[in-house]
């Protein structure tokens, strides 16, 4: 069964400067999605970024980007200038057949002003 | 746009009751599905339908029930409570085609609390 390990349970980052939070996977496929979600104290779950397999750049969406080692199967995600905004849970999904996605154990994020 | 919604929010019940979670979508998704939250396991899949009629079980599915006999609507029953049941709730959905074919959208969650 695949697997999503998120290794750092909590970090710490300073308004206005960068974090980056890891993710490692283990799967056999080669074809898959990886997807970086926000859980903020609401409890909702807001899509961050999403990365397919076969694509080799990393995804960007505004302040948030990847690094996607496909053969070390490592998907972290930066985060520059960061924000107060940003403190929240966040979590690295995987999937591959669309249906059963899952997810890491989540890594809560701090943001000191 | 509501988009999707759950219902209650906040539940409390005994061990051993009936409760039923209910989750509903207006985006007309094909695909929606059950996830558990707990602390320490991010979120687990426990059932997820394809369509109306067409139900599977994901990574948890022991202890609950589901049905699907429209594309809107999505309920989660718990037949007899545990307390290791006790967990948040999210239902999520997705389409089929497009970028919405990979991407999930959550619902609120539903905190249930069993004593």
């Known amino acids: 069964a695949q697997t999503v390990t998120q290794s750092q349970p909590e970090m710490s980052v300073q308004e206005a400067e960068t974090v980056t939070l890891s993710c490692t996977y283990d799967?056999?496929?080669?074809?898959?999605?990886l997807f970086w979600y926000k859980q903020p104290p609401s409890r909702q779950m807001i899509l961050v970024i999403r990365?397919?397999?076969?694509?080799?750049q990393n995804a960007t969406e505004n302040r948030f980007s990847v690094n996607f080692q496909k053969a070390a199967k490592s998907f972290s995600l930066k985060i520059s200038d960061s924000q107060l905004g940003d403190a929240a849970m966040y979590f690295c999904a995987y999937i591959h057949n669309n249906n059963d996605m899952r997810f890491g154990a989540g890594t809560r994020l701090t943001v000191k002003p | 746009d509501a988009g999707i919604t759950q219902s209650p929010r906040y539940k409390i019940t005994e061990t051993g009751r009936q409760v039923t979670l209910m989750c509903h979508q207006t985006?007309?998704?094909?695909?929606m599905f059950w996830y558990r939250q707990d602390l320490g396991h991010g979120l687990r899949l426990i059932y997820y339908?394809?369509?109306?009629?067409?139900?599977d079980k994901g990574e948890v599915p022991d202890g609950y029930v589901v049905s699907r006999s429209k594309t809107e609507n999505f309920p989660l029953t718990l037949e007899s409570a545990t307390r290791s049941q006790t967990s948040v709730y999210f239902c999520a959905s997705r389409g089929t085609s497009g970028r919405a074919s990979y991407e999930q959208y959550f619902g609120p969650g539903t905190r249930l609390t069993v004593t």
């Open positions: 799967t056999s496929e080669s074809d898959y999605y």
């Open positions: 990365q397919e397999a076969y694509k080799q």
């Open positions: 985006w007309s998704h094909s695909y």
């Open positions: 339908s394809a369509a109306a009629d067409i139900t």
